[in-house]
Structures are given as structure tokens and as C-alpha cells.
């Protein structure tokens, strides 16, 4: 009798493993397993419908507007995608001035539209942000907690692009004189890193 529960409940890290596998990459299972984020700042025109792409243009940002330098991951590096932070950070004359959830700093925007994209594949295809809405998220594990849970954990490998899109409606949101607005997108997970005592 097969065993159908061992597939329903991959790890994250085997989860990794088993698509590295696919794509011809077996030795990155040997890799040494981390926490890993990648995030990106998108400036917004507060209160105006868009779609926000984030990723797409990181290696023309520094930090603190994002953690990498190209929107793929390193020779040797993946990423399995266990949770996504939706955020609202303004700036005012260069410096940070507030970082909030965005459900929670702007109820409205939990029906914005969000797609991720891994090369031309999407992972992820037009579901709202209504369940990372603080009132709604049954895995959150509190009232307070506003992140995005996909059903499945979704694996960026190495070396291939990856995007992520927000559809904007309008909405309430708004800016003070000399404020920017910026909307970012965070993904957590367990990932692998380059282990150079195995790999070399």
C-alpha cells in the first residue's frame, strides 16, 4: 500500500532536495541548510491603483531597500518559500520613518492581486492578500500576525529569475508632504547555501 501522506507532508528542505533533483542540480541537497529572506522596496504613489513589481529592478537598489543584488539566487543557493510579509515603509528625507504590515496599515489592501513568478512560470497566480489580513490568518498563530502563508512550500532554485506581483487597487492610502511611500515583499523560509567543505 502506498504511503500518500509522506508526499503530502515534503519537508521544506526536502522539499528543496526533490526539485533540485528535477532540475538536474543533485548535489545542492548537500548544501548547508539556512533561514533565508529575500526582500524588495518598490516606491508607490500612495492611494493609486498599480501593479507592483517586485524583484524585477533590484540590482539598481542598495540596502535597506533590498537584500540582494539580482533578482536570482547564487550558484549553490535555493530557497523554499514557507511564508511572505507584505510591508509599508515611508521615508522622509532620506531617513526610515515607519515599517507596518500593509493589511494592517491600509485594511483595503488586503484585496490586493498577488503572483509569483519563477522564470516565465507562475508559483503563485492572482490571490489576494486577504488571508495575511491580521482578522483572517488561520496560520498566523495570533490576532497580530500578518503574513502570507502559501498552501505549499514553492522552491526558488538557483540561478533563475523570479518576480513577484502586487495589482494594486485604489485605495485610502496616503502620504504627508515630503514623505515617500514604498511597499515591499518579503519571502522567508529554509534555504541552502553554499557549503564549501562538501561542495569542493
Not at 500500500?1 to 528535477?22: C, D, E, G, S
Amino acid at each position: 500500500m502506498k504511503n500518500i501522506a509522506a508526499f503530502r507532508n515534503v519537508t521544506p528542505n526536502a522539499k528543496i532536495a526533490l526539485v533540485n533533483n528535477k532540475l538536474g542540480n543533485p548535489a545542492l541537497k548537500n548544501n548547508q541548510g539556512t533561514s533565508s529572506e529575500v526582500y524588495d522596496y518598490v516606491e508607490v504613489t500612495a492611494g493609486s491603483a498599480a501593479v507592483v513589481r517586485f524583484f524585477d529592478n533590484v540590482n539598481t537598489k542598495t540596502f535597506p531597500f533590498t537584500n540582494i543584488q539580482q533578482n536570482q539566487l547564487q550558484a549553490g543557493e535555493a530557497l523554499s518559500i514557507e511564508y511572505v510579509a507584505f510591508t509599508r515603509l515611508v521615508v522622509k528625507a532620506g531617513v526610515l520613518q515607519s515599517l507596518t504590515a500593509l493589511t494592517t496599515a491600509v485594511d483595503e489592501l488586503s484585496l490586493c492581486g498577488f503572483q509569483l513568478l519563477l522564470d516565465n512560470s507562475r508559483l503563485i497566480k492572482a490571490n489576494s492578500l486577504v488571508r495575511s489580513f491580521s482578522d483572517l490568518n488561520t496560520k498566523g498563530g495570533t490576532a497580530a500576525n500578518s503574513l502570507f502563508y502559501p498552501d505549499t512550500d514553492l522552491v526558488i532554485p538557483p540561478q533563475i529569475q523570479f518576480t513577484a506581483e502586487l495589482n494594486v487597487p485604489a485605495n485610502t492610502d496616503t502620504a504627508s508632504e515630503g514623505e515617500k511611500v514604498y511597499y515591499g515583499c518579503h519571502l522567508f523560509g529554509t534555504g541552502a547555501i553554499l557549503n564549501l567543505k562538501t561542495n569542493v
